[in-house]
């Protein structure tokens, strides 16, 4: 027997809420990505090891999205798995997420409340079957990619490398430093 879908009230704050999660999702990704473009000239073998897994986990998330990208567009995608066999550089890797988070970013701002709540049903690289509203898939992704950020943070810290502060509230004082200094 399927559960009952009840829907998640969408209103414009929440709306806003998502749009910020996204957004930090995009800043986070960058920060974290300038580390890894670093040289790695200067790391023995063990370290450039590391760094291949933190651009590897990179990559995974990337291929994530892309895969959920194509469940909210109807469209079909190339990947058989969630992650892709070579590993992309430093460079492009950032050039590749960035554009996944301005797409997700944009959809979550275009799209309706209505519509955030709008079941979609796709298939799994596994072959399951899966269905989630547009919404519930915008949150997996964000969290998805701060969980596997947080692998790859320590990842960098066990290399010698000094991660960045991925913190909300880093974003929001940097992208408006007025918030220091208004009343409550």
């Known amino acids: 027997m399927d559960a009952i ?15 910020t999660l996204l ?6 990704d960058a920060d974290l990505m300038a580390v ?5 000239q200067a790391l023995d073998d063990a370290a450039r090891t590391g760094h291949h897994k933190a651009l590897r986990m990179m990559n995974h998330i990337h291929v994530v999205n892309r895969i959920f990208i194509a469940h909210l567009s109807g469209q079909p995608h190339p990947y058989t798995a969630t ?11 950032s050039w590749d997420l960035a554009e996944v988070d301005a797409w997700l970013l944009a959809h979550a701002n275009d799209t309706t409340p209505d519509g955030l709540n709008e079941r979609v049903r796709f298939t799994f690289t596994d072959g399951d079957p899966g269905c989630m509203t547009r919404l519930e898939m915008l949150l997996h992704l964000h969290a998805h990619g701060t969980y596997h950020r947080g ?8 290399i010698g490398w000094a991660p960045p502060r991925e913190l909300l509230t880093r974003m929001l004082h940097a992208q408006e ?6 009343a409550s």
């Open 36 to 40: 890894l473009c670093q040289s790695t």
């Open 5 to 19: 879908f009840i829907p998640f009230f969408m209103d414009a704050t929440l709306q806003a809420t998502l749009s």
């Open 177 to 182: 430093p007025g918030r220091r200094h208004r």
């Open 23 to 28: 957004r930090y999702q995009a800043w986070a």
């Open 151 to 158: 692998q790859v943070s320590q990842m960098l810290k066990d």
């Open 83 to 93: 992650n892709t066999p070579d590993t992309p550089t430093p460079d492009q890797l």
